[in-house]
């Protein structure tokens, strides 16, 4: 519980410091397409990139969890009930 504890903090915090930052450089009227610009990648460009980053990883997400998922069932069904006193 830990650790699902622990990387829910992690993202309220991600998200917390992106959203100041944000609001911050929008003061500063700096825009995420004028960085992207600068950097020489247009915003279509990384809709794109990001496009084919997905179309590859979501086959390969989906194959490994068709191995994992019943790995994991079997071995939840498997372990032995834990006494708790």
């Given at each position: 519980?830990?650790l699902?504890?622990?990387?829910?903090?992690?993202?309220?915090?991600?998200?917390?410091?992106?959203?100041?930052?944000?609001?911050?450089?929008?003061v500063?009227?700096?825009?995420?397409?004028?960085?992207?610009?600068?950097?020489?990648?247009?915003?279509?460009?990384?809709?794109?990139?990001?496009?084919?980053?997905?179309?590859?990883?979501?086959?390969?997400?989906?194959?490994?969890?068709?191995?994992?998922?019943?790995?994991?069932?079997?071995?939840?069904?498997?372990k032995?009930?834990?006494?708790?006193?």
């Amino acid at each position: 519980m830990s650790l699902l504890y622990n990387a829910l903090a992690a993202l309220v915090k991600f998200t917390i410091a992106s959203v100041a930052i944000g609001a911050t450089l929008s003061v500063l009227d700096i825009r995420a397409a004028d960085v992207l610009t600068d950097m020489g990648v247009t915003p279509d460009k990384m809709r794109i990139v990001l496009s084919d980053a997905v179309d590859w990883a979501l086959p390969h997400f989906m194959l490994g969890a068709m191995v994992i998922v019943p790995i994991w069932l079997v071995l939840f069904l498997l372990k032995p009930p834990s006494i708790n006193k």
